[in-house]
């Protein structure tokens, strides 16, 4: 019966006769009057993967929040495993056996995963002390086939691992239906594949998944059927993967055909960042880095590719000035900056665009004005040491809203209510400033949809185009390949090999990620 569902595509359900896990329809909900939802609809069989796709601020987040208890509707009617069900809170959504995993994980840091266990159970539990605790999460961990240590302090797991424990979290409450927004977008190749299996796995054995995503292999590959939002509406709702190719995804996403993102029309100039025999001890969380050498021009993308985990984030944290290296010097611009502050580098001309874009880049509490304003308050440009020049800053707010292209923002709305597309363009607009000389950009496309992707690329392209110097680290090839003029591969920690993009070849990165050259 298994296979039955997935070669029909997931036409059928594995449960024939049952109601649906959940349905949705006709929902409505506004934000200060703005609608995110109109008349959205969605309904989810037991023993299925079931994709939601969308551009950023589509409504996919909102919908799935609305059905977890996150958010109440404005209008709708909502049934769980048949029965007509408004949970309101994520509480209520688990009693009644829905739980979501979010894009951003809502676990204490400073606790164990037992701890954080049983912060989430709440008084009616039989489980009450932190070994009972941890006791459950093991059973549970185990009988899912998801490894976590119930002991560990969560500040000191990975990403992948955070997201395990939160998914035996809401399993372990009970939830039979499953929503995960963006699960992959904070993990590597290699984990996401892994992810994958497992809520197939888990929805064969009769759990229904829901699966915010905005990779089309993902959907090809592990997904039943596929949901489609536009402007808050769904466009297409419950198509058979099978039936249904990318180039009508896309489409049917943002009502147009797209243009692709080309590389910067610029020869190389003068040497703007040299990084010569840079070297990092690896510590107990990190791989450390092994005397890196490379130079990047005025006009030209050197792209970093490599799989996450191999010193992309101790390279930027070096080249920002959060980390000290040990050994090994950084020039930009002819100036050396090997000890200089993060403010004195940004003051060179350095720039960033963190992977991770609320971790160092944005205040998630702070509205789009205070964010953009961040990085010139310190240089008197909005008021002096006593006050903010709050005008200037709307003015200045304004005119970035509208040359980036901000949707549905006002200056004063908090950047954490943002779309991740949106928020990625008030980094941009902050960044991309008339004083950078070099660039560094982490993932900028991480977790954007196709048009958001399209954006950021071609900012850093016209950036480029301009004459400053970009460094492209990213794990999507793709990106390294359509917009560098040189190509780099990181493997444990060091630069295994360089070649300009013409001679870049599928079998020449793929021997160097291996570690086999
Ligand atoms: N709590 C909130 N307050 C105000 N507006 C919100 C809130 N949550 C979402 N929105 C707005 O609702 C719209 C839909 O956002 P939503 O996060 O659901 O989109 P999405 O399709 O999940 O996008 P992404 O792919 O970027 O996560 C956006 O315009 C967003 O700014």
Redesign the pocket.
């Known amino acids: 019966m298994i296979d039955t569902l997935h070669q029909s595509g997931g036409r059928g359900t594995l449960f024939p006769g049952t109601p649906p896990a959940l349905d949705l329809k006709g929902i409505d909900k506004a934000?200060?009057g703005?609608p995110?939802l109109v008349d959205a609809s969605f309904s989810l069989e037991w023993g299925e993967v079931h994709a939601i796709v969308?551009?950023?601020?589509?409504?996919?987040?909102?919908?799935m929040?609305v059905a977890a208890g996150v958010?109440a509707a404005d209008g709708g009617e909502q049934t769980i495993d048949g029965e007509a069900r408004s949970p309101r809170s994520p509480m209520e959504a688990t009693a009644a056996g829905l739980g979501m995993v979010h894009?951003h994980f809502r676990l204490v840091q400073s606790f164990t995963v037992s701890q954080n266990m049983l912060l989430s159970l709440g008084r009616d539990s039989r489980i009450r002390t932190p070994a009972q605790a941890a006791a459950a999460i093991a059973a549970k961990a185990a009988e899912v086939g998801l490894p976590v240590d119930p002991a560990r302090v969560v500040a000191d797991l990975s990403t992948a691992e955070r997201q395990r424990v939160e998914i035996v979290r809401v399993l372990l409450l009970g939830a039979r239906i499953l929503i995960l927004?963006?699960p992959t977008a904070v993990l590597s190749e290699e984990e996401a594949k892994m992810l994958l299996s497992f809520v197939r796995r888990l929805a064969r054995q009769g759990h229904a998944v829901v699966l915010?995503t905005?990779k089309f292999r993902e959907v090809a590959g592990f997904c039943d059927r596929i949901t489609i939002?536009r402007h808050?509406k769904t466009v297409m709702a419950g198509a058979p993967v099978a039936d249904i190719d990318e180039g009508e995804v896309a489409r049917l996403m943002v009502g147009e055909a797209l243009a692709v993102s080309e590389r910067p029309l610029s020869s190389p100039g003068a040497v703007n960042l040299s990084v010569s025999g840079l070297t990092q001890k690896p510590d107990r969380f990190g791989q450390g880095l092994n005397a890196l050498n490379f130079e990047l021009h005025a006009g030209e993308v050197l792209g970093i590719a490599g799989v996450g985990g191999n010193g992309q984030e101790e390279l930027v944290a070096c080249l920002t000035g959060l980390s000290r290296q040990d050994q090994g010097s950084i020039r930009l611009g002819g100036r050396d900056l090997s000890r200089a502050s993060p403010y004195d580098r940004r003051k060179a001309g350095l720039r960033i665009i963190p992977s991770d874009r609320f971790e160092t880049g944005l205040v998630r509490e702070l509205s789009i004005e205070e964010n953009l304003a961040l990085t010139q308050v310190a240089k008197g440009n909005f008021g002096g040491p006593f006050f903010l020049d709050r005008k200037s800053m709307r003015h200045a707010a304004i005119a970035a809203i509208q040359s980036f292209d901000i949707?549905?923002?006002s200056p004063e709305?908090t950047v954490a209510?943002?779309?991740?597309?949106?928020a990625q363009k008030v980094l941009l607009a902050r960044e991309l400033d008339a004083g950078m000389k070099v660039l560094v950009a982490h993932s900028p496309s991480r977790?954007?949809?196709m048009k958001a992707t399209l954006f950021v690329r071609n900012a850093i392209k016209q950036a480029v185009e301009g004459g400053a110097a970009c460094l492209l680290i990213s794990e999507d090839l793709n990106e390294v390949l359509s917009l560098s003029h040189r190509v780099a591969v990181m493997n444990r920690g060091a630069i295994a090999g360089c070649r300009a993009i013409g001679d870049v070849t599928p079998e020449w990165i793929g021997a160097l990620l291996a570690g086999h050259v």
Do not use: C, P, V, W
Not at 54 to 63: R, V, Y
């Open positions: 934000f200060d703005k995110a969308g551009e950023n601020g589509a409504g996919k987040s909102t919908l929040n958010y894009q927004d963006e915010i905005h939002m808050g949707r549905g923002a709305r209510l943002l779309s991740g597309g949106n977790g954007l949809d």
